[in-house]
């Protein structure tokens, strides 16, 4: 049996985006597809008869109407793929190809809350609403789809959903970097997805609330070991909830990472950091972190369920500073922030003065508690769709993100950055709105992006 792994390709205005289960959105450079990777892990360890392979669309620029020839002469007779939400609509196509060629495809949604919405669209054999890699190790060792486990299908024009998967993340073995051929050099990104969910409950997040699961530390190193080697890079992305949830895990991570001589980068909960975790980290090769604070004011934040202390969070950032860690922290905005909230964020961002500031705009994604409650201060405006041009709390919240730049671009920050997660695989008149608006430093950053991606 052939099975294709399936890296789909670009949105129309050629951004890859990254079509993992926590749905970072567009980025510069091209990433590993993990979860792509992972499921590909799997099936090769099955040690049965499948011929398995990944083509990567986005690495390769390769566009759906190539795409198609490409699959007329290969003939899989299974594909697996990721679907992002926001691009949907384009990354879609897929199911027409598949339907007109007759290969069975089974997607994972990115994140894989869309599964109940998707399903209603597309016809696929299933779709993966849980624990993709022990599904599909499942599907292919013979369980019929009436008995398989965290997946959404049609019968009959019905749809059903079945019960969700057994945990499998942290069983994971060590990566099968030969899947991505020679062009393991190529990617612009050394992404590497080290855990699975999270144990606090913000209820924006696709992570929240859902048992945390890390790979065990030595396929970690065996994986960042191998993407050393095939990179020829030692800066690496370790992405996770938090790289400190486990605190055993951690010790024995950093005792070990050390002796790679890799920098890296990756997440930290301010709820289970501490001044110690910090100077290890620096010590252990870290050359950057990123901290979700999401809002500086008590009330948005209770209306987030982020339950962040922010005196500790001050000071945490303030240590990093003097230890020559660069910290990243994150601030969400479309909450109903209010012109006092907004100077509050100045004053703050000045005093803490983080190396970067990704500034995102929040939107509510399925799957999340935000989705399905309504909850205060929260618009629940989804804006993956044209509709969004006419979205007043959307233009609010550009003018809360401009009117914050221009104040804190003042201190000239070494890297301010917005991290304006969708905008530019909008239509382009919204992206030229956004510019427009933006006018500043920023903007001119992203134009620089959208001509140095790979
Ligand atoms: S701490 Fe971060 S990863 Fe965890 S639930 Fe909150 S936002 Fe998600």
Known sequence: MKVLLLNLPRYRDKLPVVREECCYGATHAVPFPNTLLHVGTVITSLHNNFKVYLYDSVLLNVDFHN?????????PDLIITTLLFYTFSYESEIDKICD?????????????????????????????????????????????????????????????KNQIQNPYFDKLPPTNWSLLGNYGSKYGWK????????????????????????????VVIRDINRIKEISGDNKISLLTSSISADKNWFYEFIWKVKKLNVKFYTDISVNDANKEILYLLKKAGCIGILIGIESFNEEILKSLNK???????????????????PVTITLMFNLGEKEETLNDYITKTKILAPTNISCVIYKA?????????????????????????????????????????????????????????????????????VLKILNLNAAKKIKHYLSFYR
């Open 100 to 160: 007109e060629l007759n290969i069975k495809y089974i997607p994972i949604p990115s994140p894989f809350g869309y599964a109940n919405s998707f399903i209603k669209k597309i016809n696929p054999l299933f779709i993966i609403y849980d624990e993709p890699e022990k599904t599909i190790i499942d599907y292919l060792t013979g369980t019929s789809i009436n008995l398989l486990k965290g997946i959404i299908y049609k019968q009959n024009n019905n749809i059903l």
């Open 67 to 75: 795409l198609r020839s490409y699959l007329i002469i290969e003939k």
């Open 365 to 433: 994604l399925e799957g999340t508690k935000a989705f399905n409650n309504s909850l205060p201060y929260i618009y629940f405006k989804f804006w993956g769709s044209d509709a969004v041009a006419t979205n007043n709390y959307l233009k609010e919240a550009l003018e809360y993100i401009k009117k914050f730049n221009n104040e804190i671009k003042i201190l000239k920050l070494k890297n301010l950055f917005l991290s304006l997660k969708n905008f530019y695989l909008l239509k382009t008149n919204l992206a030229k709105l």
């Open 307 to 325: 339950k962040i202390d922010l005196n500790k969070t001050e000071e945490l950032i303030k240590y990093s500073r003097r230890i020559g860690l």
């Open 191 to 218: 992404l590497y997805q080290i855990s699975r969910n999270c144990p606090f409950n913000c209820n924006f997040c696709v992570w929240g609330g859902k048992k945390f699961r890390i790979k065990p530390v030595e």
